[in-house]
């Protein structure tokens, strides 16, 4: 399928994603935010986003030290965050659709990671911790005014890690 070139991967997250999202909150969001691998999710769903409402901020979450997209070089090629960070800007990627982008350490997505776990019962991998960080320190640092709503994805499971950071 190609997902890392075929602009269907953008558009089904647009049609699906984006609205369920929008539904879901009743049109309440103030900041949408997202580890982005192929940017297929990341593109759809703030380009649906965008649309409804230009003020959302949406915002890439990328491993500190590998913060391409924030323009910097990588000095941490090998991260926590599989499917994530991979070193250059995703052919799918639409800048113009980016507010900001932000950077979590390991330490911080393993933390988040480990609390999904023990507070929610979820069982997830490193980039569901890192989307959870972001939105808390995009939370606390009070750019969004009061009461703002912060929406992310848990994209992936803890499955494959089970033998890492137990």
């Keep these: 399928v190609d ?9 089904a997250h647009e049609e699906t994603t984006g609205p369920e999202i929008y539904k879901q909150t009743g049109g309440r969001i103030d900041a949408y935010l997202a580890t982005m691998g192929t940017a297929g999710s990341f593109v759809g769903v703030s380009r649906y986003l965008k649309r409804q409402n230009p003020n959302i901020k949406c915002i890439v979450v990328e491993p500190a030290g590998a913060e391409v997209v924030a323009g910097k070089e990588v000095t ?70 009061p009461d703002p709503w912060i929406v992310t994805l848990l994209n992936d499971t803890g499955l494959k890690y089970s033998e890492l950071h137990k």
């Design 76 to 145: 941490k090629p090998l991260h926590l965050l599989q499917g994530s960070g991979y070193g250059k800007i995703p052919e799918l990627f639409d800048a113009s659709l980016m507010d900001e982008a932000m950077a979590v350490t390991d330490e911080e997505a393993l933390e988040y990671k480990q609390l999904l776990g023990s507070k929610e019962g979820l069982y997830l991998g490193y980039t569901s911790g890192a989307n959870v960080a972001a939105a808390v320190k995009l939370l606390k640092s009070g750019k969004l005014g």
């Design 3 to 11: 997902q890392f070139n075929n602009a269907n991967n953008c558009r």
